[in-house]
């Protein structure tokens, strides 16, 4: 299963990573104006949140490794199994060359 997990930081909000300040959701900068990071070795990466609008007020993914989790949890806890190969959708066939191309 491909998820589309690239980076470490996609399991993280914003708040597990930048500096905040007294303004909810406005992050530190320097001098410059560029993001400052907490050091590495205080960055917790939390997995679940709340969203804004969410009217339900549930703890819910964030990023691509907590979703991707909770998809194979699903498929865990299911007891779902691939699919035959006969009903698998076929990938996309690579484009011909053209007359005169090798």
């Given amino acids: 299963m491909y998820l589309g997990v690239h980076w470490r930081f996609d399991a993280c909000a914003a708040k597990d990573i930048l500096i905040e300040t007294a303004t909810e959701d406005v992050y530190a900068v320097d001098n410059h104006g560029r993001t400052v990071y907490k ?4 960055v917790r990466y939390r997995t679940t949140g709340k969203r804004a609008g969410d009217l339900e007020d549930r703890d819910l993914p964030i990023g691509g490794i907590g979703l991707g989790i909770e998809i194979a949890n699903d498929i865990f806890d299911g ?3 691939q699919s035959p ?9 690579p484009p011909m060359a053209k007359q005169g191309e090798s």
Avoid: A, F
């Fill in 39 to 42: 050091p590495v070795h205080d």
């Fill in 79 to 81: 007891k779902l199994t």
């Fill in 85 to 93: 190969s006969e009903v698998q959708p076929k990938g996309p066939t």
